[in-house]
């Protein structure tokens, strides 16, 4: 795979010039498929792992109608589990359904409820896009890939790299250890500020998940100046 050959410390100066152009293609590619979304956006997260009747996945297609029948996108990484949920919850209630894949070892098979969509070679632009596309993050249980998401959205806030960004955590039993952590462990030790905290929002609520998100959209829509007025054409 191409990342792997990237990243192997056996990879040689030789190819560079071939590496950053495949890279640079595919974050062009990534950045024109995010410009044909043409309404606020959402990316929803979630374990690829589990089955249509488990609640994060009965949630995440339900909080993913919600955010469609609002007039929202819903972007994931368009594979199996919750992603497959959400992408389903979100066309069934006739929203734009986007799914940002992953090319794998293990392949990620797609789901069929994508209207949009792109295969990616390398985690960093996808990633990239998932940000680039939404307003905000809502986080069911998952694993590993999860988690890094997670970490990167709350990173990219701190340090002032993305703004007005809300994250919603979804599943309070599930999320509540890791809460507990942070502030037992990063806050206590002030490896983070109190303020830090704030960056997420727990809840167990479909429609208190999508009404925060809209909610923060909303208020940073209407702190933002409002656009000077075209002059007429001459």
Not at 87 to 102: H, Q
Not at 133 to 140: K, L
Not at 144 to 161: C, R, V, Y
Not at 217 to 234: L, S
Request: with cysteine.
């Amino acid at each position: 795979m191409e990342d792997q050959r990237i990243l192997s410390s056996d990879e040689r100066a030789a190819d560079l010039e071939r590496h950053v152009a495949m890279i640079a293609q595919e974050f062009r590619e990534g950045f024109e498929a995010v410009d044909k979304i043409d309404r606020p956006a959402v990316t929803i997260f979630g374990s690829a792992r589990v089955p249509a009747d488990d609640p994060a996945y009965v949630n995440a297609r339900a909080v993913a109608g919600r955010f469609a029948e609002a007039g929202w996108a819903v972007v994931t990484g368009g594979g199996p589990g919750v992603m497959e949920a959400a992408n389903r919850g979100a066309k069934e209630a006739g929203g734009l359904s986007i799914g940002f894949n992953i090319e794998l070892p293990h392949e990620q098979r797609g789901n069929p409820y994508v209207d949009l969509s792109m295969t990616f070679r390398h985690f960093y632009a996808r990633k990239t896009m998932f940000v680039k596309a939404a307003e905000g993050f809502v986080v069911f249980p998952g694993g590993f890939g999860t988690a890094d998401e997670l970490f990167e959205s709350l990173t990219l806030i701190q340090t002032g790299k993305v703004l007005h960004f809300p994250v919603v955590l979804f599943g309070s039993d599930y999320w509540g250890e890791l809460l507990t952590w942070i502030r037992g462990e990063l806050l206590a030790d002030g490896m983070i500020s109190p303020e830090d905290l704030e960056l997420l929002r727990v809840t167990d609520d479909v429609a208190e998940a999508v009404a925060y998100v809209l909610e923060c959209y909303e208020r940073r829509c209407a702190a933002m100046p409002a656009a000077p007025a075209k002059a007429d054409a001459q």
